[in-house]
């Protein structure tokens, strides 16, 4: 099957980490390409989490910090919610929801 080639054709430019260069280049669907990258499914929780994300650059200019992603969680999940955050993306905040959000790479952060 020819669909994730296809797609592929639609990636924007990333760095060499696999972060986009500009995020404004990102929709959902270079999100599911990005997902692939990183062998996650995405589910409506991830989807949950990603939007945030997204509406929190659209309004700030800057990637949320994983605790903003946490309270937002939260409210749907109580006090699981980081422990939700993490099982959602197992390698790291930074490392797998920034990058499938479209984040570039947050230079002070670590990629835990």
């Known amino acids: 099957m020819n669909q994730t080639s296809d797609l592929a054709i639609l990636m924007p430019e990333r760095d060499a980490e696999g972060y986009l260069i500009e995020p404004g280049d990102w929709n959902e669907a270079v999100a599911k390409l990005l997902a692939e990258d990183e062998n996650i499914q995405l589910n409506d929780d ?20 994983a605790r903003y992603v946490i309270r937002h969680l939260a409210e749907r999940m109580g006090r699981d919610a980081q422990k939700k955050l993490f099982e959602l993306f ?12 479209g984040m570039k790479r947050p230079r002070a952060w670590s990629t835990g």
């Open 90 to 101: 197992p390698y790291g905040y930074v490392k797998q929801a920034c990058k499938i959000a």
């Open 46 to 65: 991830h989807w949950d989490a990603i939007r945030f994300m997204r509406e929190y650059y659209e309004e700030h200019q800057i990637a949320a910090d």
